[in-house]
């Protein structure tokens, strides 16, 4: 079973904007991992943020935990292209290393 | 630094039919843990290994099973195949049990005909 969903399903955007997607999950977690995944391709690390954090930033890349609303979001600044994939938020509970991932995002960057 | 490496790419089986998938993990991890991920879905977690034994299994029947070698690397082992099994099967690692990245491969395409 799912742990969370991502919102929205599916997003579309011209290059050079900014793209948000947001993560809400079920249960509280040790931290949360955000991937891309290229059409029939593996998984791509983004960034991981502990429950004690609040932000990360890698890149162009921005990611928030608001872990009294068990949600997350994934901001890419200045979108490019090469950035059109879809994205999981994944959440770890627990000291497992075990991931359970969402429905994930479907991001579309047109040039 | 070779990631996490997986074989083979696709294939293609029988209903009824046996698979087995390999993965090498990211050199220094020395866990490894199994995804299904059906089209348009999210991966979906089927077993964890460490230390050469089954840690985790998540809601998959007994025909999935596996194995962990000495040198870290994991074989996934599929009998009687289904339909239904059709999938990528991802491989993914990393150091240790708990709280920290954790990498994928490329994935093995498994078409079940």
């Known amino acids: 079973s799912q742990q969370g969903e991502e919102d929205p399903q599916a997003l579309s955007i011209q290059e050079g904007e900014n793209a948000t997607m947001n993560c809400s999950y079920k249960t509280s977690i040790n931290n949360l991992q955000w991937y891309r995944q290229n059409s029939g391709r593996g998984l791509v690390h983004l960034i991981l943020i502990r429950s004690n954090e609040r932000e990360k930033h890698s890149g162009r890349l921005r990611v928030t935990l608001d872990t009294s609303k068990k949600s997350s979001s994934l901001l890419i600044t200045a979108s490019r292209a090469a950035d059109t994939a879809s994205y999981f938020c994944?959440?770890?509970?627990?000291?497992?290393?075990?991931?359970?991932f969402g429905t994930g995002t479907l991001l579309a960057v047109q040039p | 630094d070779a990631g996490v490496t997986q074989s083979p790419t696709h294939l293609i089986k029988t209903r009824g039919q046996q698979v087995t998938l390999r993965c090498s993990p990211k050199?220094?991890?020395?866990?490894v843990s199994w995804y299904q991920q059906a089209l348009g879905q999210g991966p979906q977690f089927i077993f964890q290994y460490y230390e050469e034994e089954e840690r985790q299994r998540g809601n998959f029947p007994d025909r999935f099973s596996g194995h962990q070698f000495p040198n870290y690397s994991s074989e996934l082992n599929v009998n009687a195949l289904l339909l239904g099994d059709s999938a990528l099967y991802l491989c993914?690692?990393?150091?240790?049990?708990?709280?920290?990245?954790?990498?994928f491969g490329e994935g093995s395409w498994l078409t079940v005909v």
């Open positions: 994944a959440t770890e509970r627990g000291a497992t290393n075990k991931l359970i």
């Open positions: 050199s220094g991890h020395d866990t």
């Open positions: 993914a690692s990393s150091p240790g049990l708990a709280g920290n990245t954790i990498y």
